[in-house]
């Protein structure tokens, strides 16, 4: 069976960090690409970040270009999400989605999800 | 607001079939068959129900199809169940950023 879970969310002040993480169990990690993906309070999907099965390639949104960073343990099976200079409009819930071979195509399988409020 | 267009809200009777439509432009949807769609029950994980503008990953039922028209990509209900009432969700590549952009999701409800 396949599983994803995030772990890390909470509470966090405008311009301050946090680092989310994702084990993955149930696939061959290093054969897919990952992405994070969020979803703010009664909106839609927006994809946040993804990351080669390799690790070699790293792909941003604009919104979160500069300020997030994201990374891979191989040997962990885990996906992490290192945000910092972090903004009232980051705020939602982020899952953590795998995708076998390009992360560009489709999300096979999803996390259920971390939330993450930024508010003073 | 979001890259692909959909409707915010569908419904139909059970038993019927429905019909939500994703409009883009031609530097995603329309140049490109990498049209995703999502089912996303309240409180839940989105859930991968179509790929490749019409495929389905197994396990999926076939009342579920896609299809794609143009710049214009669409997922096709039938059959209309209860545990069909969900929001849904399309995703493209898009060749302006390299990068991927979603619909602003579709509340389908079930009457």
Known sequence: EVQLLESGGGLVQPGGSLRLSCAVSGITFSSYAMSWVRQAPGKGLEWVSAISGSGGGRYYADSVKGRFTISRDIAKNTLYLQMSSLRVEDTAVYYCASSLGSYN???????????VTVSS | QSALTQPASVSGSPGQSITISCTGTSSDIGDYNYVSWYQQHPGKAPKLMIF????????????????????????????????????????????ISGLVVFGGGTKLTVL
């Open chain 1, 105 to 115: 195509k489709k999300f096979d399988y999803w996390g259920q999800g971390a939330l």
């Open chain 2, 52 to 95: 490749g503008v019409s495929n389905r990953p197994s396990g999926v039922s076939n009342r579920f199809s896609g299809s794609k028209s143009g710049n214009t990509a669409s997922l096709t209900i039938s059959g209309l169940q209860a545990e069909d009432e969900a929001d849904y969700h399309c995703c493209s590549y898009t060749s």
